[in-house]
């Protein structure tokens, strides 16, 4: 089968392609605004890439398009492909009749946490020795790959609650239909699609239903929403984790993020000792552990497989160091997930070390402002903030102003060769500058690296 994939370069998609190509299928692809890690996957993969979206791509008459949900009406490919009746699915639709299929799907959720907690999932089945096949929104350092098929019967998934498509409005993850389902963090996100968090929880209750008696869902004990969701049916086993101690059956954690006894009330099942910072690990893997208990994995041989976990590339990555300054890339976009980030690292640090926060407001519920007043609560952890300026609609520095009353220095530019100066003329050996976007962010991490390198 000849598969031309639309908006190949998505972190999803570009795992798509690589399980297509797996699979043995002819596998090509169009995008714009290539970046790594997906783009170097696809390269290494042999996967022809076309630039752009022009109708006439249709000469390649592949047996089917796969539509990514980076696609609208008005696309010229697309509106070629309606106009000439040919075939075309959605990402999650394929995914579910091609390689889903007959498999027990363990699938994460959860507006946070998804891609590290997937991976630590898929590491330690793969160190018990059951062969998953994967998909994750990154690269986990421990494979150096997003997907792949796996040998034997289990398959561990990423589960993203935005949109399947411009003709599927569902969530992508009503197509994987898990039997372990593990539901993390629920925040408003996705203002673009979700007007409020009750419409994600109605996603949620949808996923919920599809998950079997014999099925297992694993729930943050500590978040709201997910027992809203639960409330609203539950049909299988449930699993919490970060529970109280003295709650039967929950999973638990006692000890530093870094160094901790996994409990279920008050028994010790294992212990992990990791290189991962933050209480938000601490909690991934809990979830990892609840749900790779439910297909088989005791979870004194979990923790010690997490011990030897290597987290995933952009998680909080060391890019390089240049004129004793440290530069670190970090995927965190939504303002909660900055804020655990940078308390992770200033845990590790101490309170003396200077850290310097660099972001981009990219993702679509970022640019239209809905998480804005968030902000300054984000990045109060930082020694000092630096924010690029787009056309949001918004202004970043006064949004950022509280944190000048807070004695936090903010700096803002248009363009990221602007910032980078900001950032090169305010740093000083041994400060740590944690950058964070879900883009490639113009290249800043090597830019600055070059320029703390010449000053």
């Not at 976990?309 to 976009?333: P, T, W």
């Not at 640019?367 to 804005?372: E, F, N, V």
Request: net charge negative.
């Amino acid at each position: 089968m000849h598969l031309h994939i639309l908006g190949i370069c998505g972190t999803f998609m570009g795992g798509l392609a690589a399980l297509a190509r797996e699979a043995g299928h002819r596998v090509t692809g169009c995008d714009t605004g290539v970046y790594p890690p997906m783009s170097e996957q696809l390269q290494a993969l042999g996967i022809d890439l076309i630039e752009g979206f022009g109708a006439d791509q249709m000469a390649l008459q592949p047996d089917v398009f796969v539509i990514g949900n980076v696609v609208k009406r008005g696309n010229p490919l697309m509106e070629a492909i309606l106009d000439a009746g040919a075939a075309y699915t959605s990402g999650p639709q394929w995914l579910a009749e091609h390689v889903l299929q007959g498999r027990h799907v363990l699938a994460v959720a959860g507006t946070h946490g998804k891609t590290s907690t997937t991976s630590m999932l898929a590491w330690v089945l793969d160190s018990a020795g059951l062969q998953p096949g994967f998909l994750v929104g990154g690269v986990p350092q421990n494979f150096g790959i997003s997907a792949r098929l796996g040998a034997q019967k289990h398959f561990v998934i990423e589960a993203d609650e935005y949109d399947t498509a411009l003709f599927d409005k569902r969530s992508k993850f009503v197509h994987y239909r898990p039997r372990t389902a593990v539901l993390n963090y629920l925040e408003h996100d996705h203002a673009d699609i979700f007007p409020d968090l009750a419409s994600i929880e109605t996603q949620f209750h949808h996923l919920v239903r599809t998950v079997p008696a014999s099925g297992r869902l694993v729930v943050n004990a500590r978040d709201d929403a997910l027992a809203r969701v639960l409330a609203r049916g539950c049909w299988s086993e449930v699993q919490r984790f970060g529970t109280r101690r003295e709650e039967p059956g929950g999973l638990c954690a006692r000890g530093e993020p870094h160094a901790f006894d996994v409990l279920r009330g008050s028994l010790k099942l294992g212990r992990v000792d990791w290189t991962l910072l933050g209480e938000h690990n601490q909690m991934n893997a809990l979830a990892a552990i609840g749900a790779a208990e439910h297909a088989g994995v005791p979870a004194e041989a979990a923790c010690e497989a997490l011990g030897r976990f290597e987290n995933v590339r952009r998680r909080m990555e060391l890019r390089g160091e240049a004129g004793g300054v440290y530069v670190y890339d970090d995927f965190a976009h939504h303002p909660t997930a900055m804020r655990t980030t940078l308390d992770g690292l200033r845990r590790k640090l101490g309170l003396d070390a200077r850290i310097l926060a660099v972001f981009e407001p990219r993702s679509n519920t970022m640019k239209l402002g809905t998480m804005k007043a968030q902000l300054p609560w984000a990045l109060e952890e930082a020694d000092a903030a630096f924010g690029l300026q787009g056309a949001y609609g918004w202004n970043v520095a006064d949004t950022l102003a509280p944190l000048l009353a807070d004695g936090i220095p903010v700096f803002t530019a248009d363009t990221v060769d602007a910032l980078v100066a900001h950032v090169a003329a305010f740093a000083r050996p041994g400060d740590h500058v944690l950058c964070m976007s879900n883009g490639g962010f113009g290249g800043l991490h090597d830019r600055l690296l070059k320029a703390l390198a010449v000053d």
